[in-house]
């Protein structure tokens, strides 16, 4: 399959966002109370859902590795403290980035406050990531 | 609940279904809180899209300056060294979303969320938060869904990566950065559910 360029692109990010968003949406990810009965281990069926796709994805990605090699991700310094202060607010959110906009799309208008957050922890992040610390975190686009 | 929601199984093929063909039709890996990163960085919007860095041409740039400077032994050297290097792929991988395409991205899940609740007739404006969130925090949820949001945006800018990023592509590419990024995230989301549940009800 090729690489597409152009609008093309923004038309298959625009279906990707909108598999993702209802996907979310439908499985339940966007419920606060889902997501605290997985995260109190009570229900373990999101996390079935996501634990599931990834050896799905896993066997799928093996074998296209030859037609698309993948360069290695670093472990850096940030991965450890910010994947704890992620989980830390996830659990306090019941979202993860994604699941933010998803619940914005089912009208849940609260999310505006936690998206409020979101953008300001990320953009305060970035700023003071280029101003004082200068890892690279992986992300260079 | 009267809303039954889809079997997991079937929302596991779903997820890893996007993974896919995001990687399969844009070469590169699939990650929200990327996309966020260049929402919300200014030199994107300024300059219309980020800057693309054409990782062939300056392989090609370099290897010239190398040549140049060294001569053509020193480039023999260089290639025997270079294939036990951590990157394996020489070759580009697909140029990283502009700013336009970010923000398409972004409100695509708005719009899949929107679907996936218009066509059930389960789309409501709710304003008020949810008796699963004032059951632990009271009227507290509101400082609990800022701040919580805080620490998202920070750790994942921060982890560079989120539950898609590191969750779902990473981990299913056996990175270890995202195997142990998505562990800690996990890990610390039900320690710390686990200790709201016992201190908030």
Redesign the interface.
């Known amino acids: 399959m090729n690489v597409v360029e152009g609008n093309g692109r923004k038309v298959a990010l625009g279906v990707m966002g909108l598999m993702l968003g209802y996907t979310l949406s439908r499985l339940g990810f966007t419920d606060f109370g889902e997501v605290h009965r997985m995260f109190t281990l009570q229900d373990q069926r999101l996390l079935f859902a996501f634990m599931g796709a990834v050896p799905i994805s896993m066997i799928a990605f093996r074998l296209l590795r030859s037609a698309r090699p993948v360069p290695l991700r670093r472990f850096h310094k940030g991965i450890l403290a910010g994947g704890a202060l992620f989980g830390l607010g996830w659990a306090l959110t019941g979202a993860c980035p994604g699941v933010v906009f998803a619940q914005l799309g089912e009208g849940k208008a609260y999310a505006l406050v936690t998206l409020a957050g979101v953008v300001v922890g990320s953009a305060a992040y970035v700023r003071v990531h280029a101003k004082y610390l200068r890892f690279d975190r992986g992300t260079c686009g | 609940m009267s809303d039954p929601?889809?079997p997991?199984?079937l929302?596991?093929?779903?997820?890893?279904?996007?993974?896919?063909?995001?990687?399969?039709?844009?070469?590169r890996p699939?990650g929200?809180?990327?996309a966020?990163?260049v929402v919300?960085?200014g030199d994107a919007l300024r300059a219309g899209s980020?800057?693309?860095?054409d990782q062939a041409a300056m392989e090609r740039e370099i290897l010239a300056a190398t040549r140049e400077a060294f001569g053509d032994d020193a480039l023999l050297q260089l290639s025997s060294s270079t294939a036990a290097a951590?990157?394996?792929?020489?070759?580009p991988?697909?140029?990283?979303?502009s700013w336009?395409?970010s923000a398409?991205?972004?409100?695509?899940?708005?719009?899949?969320?929107?679907?996936?609740?218009g066509t059930r007739g389960?789309?409501?404006?709710?304003?008020?938060?949810?008796?699963?969130?004032t059951s632990?925090f009271g009227a507290g949820g509101?400082a609990?869904?800022?701040?919580?949001?805080?620490?998202?945006?920070?750790?994942?800018?921060?982890?560079?990566?989120?539950?898609?990023g590191?969750?779902?592509?990473?981990?299913?590419?056996?990175?270890?950065?995202?195997l142990?990024?998505?562990?800690?995230?996990?890990?610390?989301?039900?320690?710390?559910?686990?200790v709201?549940?016992q201190v908030l009800r």
């Open positions: 929601f889809r997991w199984w929302g596991a093929l779903a997820l890893a279904g996007t993974s896919l063909s995001y990687l399969l039709v844009l070469g699939l929200v809180s990327g966020l990163g919300l960085d980020r800057p693309q860095l951590t990157t394996p792929s020489t070759s991988a697909g140029r990283s979303l336009i395409e398409v991205f972004l409100a695509a899940i708005v719009a899949g969320g929107l679907v996936a609740t389960a789309f409501a404006v709710q304003a008020a938060l949810p008796a699963s969130v632990l509101w609990a869904l800022f701040v919580g949001g805080v620490l998202v945006g920070a750790g994942t800018q921060l982890a560079g990566g989120c539950t898609s590191h969750g779902l592509v990473g981990c299913a590419r056996l990175q270890p950065a995202s142990a990024a998505t562990m800690t995230f996990l890990g610390t989301a039900i320690a710390t559910s686990l709201m549940q």
